[in-house]
């Protein structure tokens, strides 16, 4: 479905320049922006996937890499087509790097009424748009999220942080959680992991997303042997974190496993992880897991307190909540996050 886009400006004559993301793409009458969602038609720019689903599940909120968020709770978890980066190991692939108006024929026309009746009907605490960038159908999302609040349902975003500055604040009302896409400190390794050259806009949204607009973020950084898994980098993300998120900020840094165009790269070896882990921790974050490895005693959550485990996780699915109200049960110390009660 064609749907007026938000954020553009003419620009020559028929051309538009899109002000989604910080692409800004230039766009001939005609053509599509880098991310093959936004098309110039006479003049007008239009997002091509509004409401058009890719992939739709039921799952728990850790699949989201949200452990501080509401723990244990379901969410309805959405994506379509399309991506603004090109990462070369990405694990979604057929989705963001597909040919989107070629595969439009192959997903579903969901308006937001329709996900609003399917998260309540399947007893979700929220819609989570994940998958593939959610901004890509920006203004599916918007929509749908302002009929979630009104509906009593929470929101979230799984997303690279790339969008403009006026995109997230014009969102920001009618969105609580924020789990950013971290996939290194420095210019080089964005380059060579997404071919994203502008990495300031990441951080500074990740910075606005907790403090100007009151999220809850936590950060994800997929660690890629070879690419951003050395030492320097997980410091400058840690002190990031620590020094404008604020230290209770959880730091997921999860295995990488060979897809796309880096087939030939290893699966990150489960020491590189610990070792990232407890460069997390000596920058003074108190939440830091390893993500991707079943099993792994670094996927609880520890009590900061007194050290005993309160949320066990055997599955992404399969989760030991021991909590009492957001306090430890064993010392009473209060949990940072956002929690059901
Ligand atoms: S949202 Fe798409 S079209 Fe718009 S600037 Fe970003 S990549 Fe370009």
């Not at 329709?114 to 593939?132: P, V």
């Amino acid at each position: 479905m064609l749907k007026e886009a938000l954020l553009w400006e003419r620009a020559i004559g028929t051309s538009i320049r899109c002000l989604l993301c910080m692409r800004k793409c230039l766009i001939d009458e005609g053509r599509m922006g880098f991310c093959q969602t936004r098309y110039n038609q006479e003049g007008t720019l239009y997002s091509i996937t509004y409401g058009q689903v890719s992939s739709v599940s039921v799952s728990s909120i850790e699949k989201k890499s949200m452990f501080h968020f509401f723990p244990g709770t379901l969410w309805l978890s959405v994506g379509s087509l399309g991506c603004n980066f090109q990462c070369h190991g990405c694990q979604s692939w057929d989705i963001s790097h597909c040919e989107v108006k070629k595969n439009i024929g192959k997903t579903t026309f969901m308006p937001p009424e329709m996900l609003i009746k399917k998260a309540k009907k399947n007893g979700c605490k929220g819609i989570a748009f994940t998958y593939n960038e959610p901004t890509m159908w920006y203004e599916y999302t918007l929509d749908t999220f302002k009929l979630a609040k009104q509906e009593g349902l929470s929101t979230c975003y799984v997303t690279n942080g790339y969008m403009s500055p006026r995109a997230l604040e014009l969102i920001a009302p009618y969105l609580d959680g924020f789990c950013l896409d971290v996939k290194g400190a420095f210019m080089e390794s964005y380059t060579r992991i997404a071919d994203v050259s502008d990495l300031n806009v990441i951080f500074s949204n990740g910075s606005d997303a907790k403090r100007k607009f009151a999220m809850h973020v936590e950060v994800i950084t997929n660690i890629i042997p070879g690419y951003n898994s050395n030492e320097k980098e997980a410091k400058e993300i840690a002190s990031w974190i620590f020094a404008e998120l604020g230290k209770d900020t959880p730091w997921h840094v999860t295995r990488f496993f060979p897809y796309g165009e880096m087939k030939e790269v290893a699966p990150t070896p489960i020491g590189v992880l610990e070792s990232l882990r407890q460069i997390g921790i000596k920058e003074g974050l108190l939440y830091v897991y390893i993500g991707n490895v079943q099993g792994h005693n670094a996927a609880h959550t520890y009590c900061q307190n007194c050290k005993k485990i309160i949320i066990k996780r055997k599955e992404y699915d399969e989760i030991e909540d021991r909590l009492i109200e957001g306090h430890c049960p064993y010392c009473n110390a209060l949990v940072f996050g956002r929690f059901s009660y």
